[in-house]
């Protein structure tokens, strides 16, 4: 059993930035590619970014690219979301996901555990 638990969110005008955190403990985070989802009021949940297990290997979602990085630190256990430049349209909750294997990209199903959420509000 993983838990995983997200922090960082907050209320930030647009143009700034927010540094997510996601904690895992229950599992070593080592061998599995971890992901970013977001779901917006009225909305499905959607992929922001994922992680190789090494690091080296990273995806994001078209919305995000070139503003958001994903970073993990498996000494830790802990994954990163680094979202600069921020956008109104980027508010919603953030949820951190476990991956079933190494890679792991936008699909959910792709990911076996999830967190319970960090909300982030991005005003104009």
């Known amino acids: 059993q993983v838990q995983l638990v997200e922090s960082g969110g907050g209320v930030v005008q647009a143009g700034g930035s927010l540094r997510l955190s996601c904690v895992a403990s229950?599992?070593?985070?080592?061998?599995?590619?971890m992901g970013w989802f977001r779901q917006a009021p009225g909305k499905e949940r959607e992929f922001v970014a994922s992680?190789?297990?090494?690091?080296?290997?990273?995806y994001y979602a078209n919305s995000v690219k070139g503003r958001f990085t994903i970073t993990r630190d498996n000494a830790l256990s802990t994954v990163y979301l680094q979202m600069n430049s921020l956008k109104p349209e980027d508010t919603a909750v953030y949820y951190c996901?476990?991956?079933?294997?190494?890679?792991?990209?936008?699909?959910?199903?792709?990911?076996?555990?999830w967190g319970q959420g960090t909300q982030v509000t991005v005003s104009s």
């Open positions: 229950g599992r070593t985070l080592s061998s599995v590619a």
């Open positions: 992680i190789s297990w090494s690091g080296g290997l990273t």
């Open positions: 996901a476990h991956g079933r294997t190494a890679v792991a990209r936008s699909a959910p199903p792709e990911y076996n555990y």
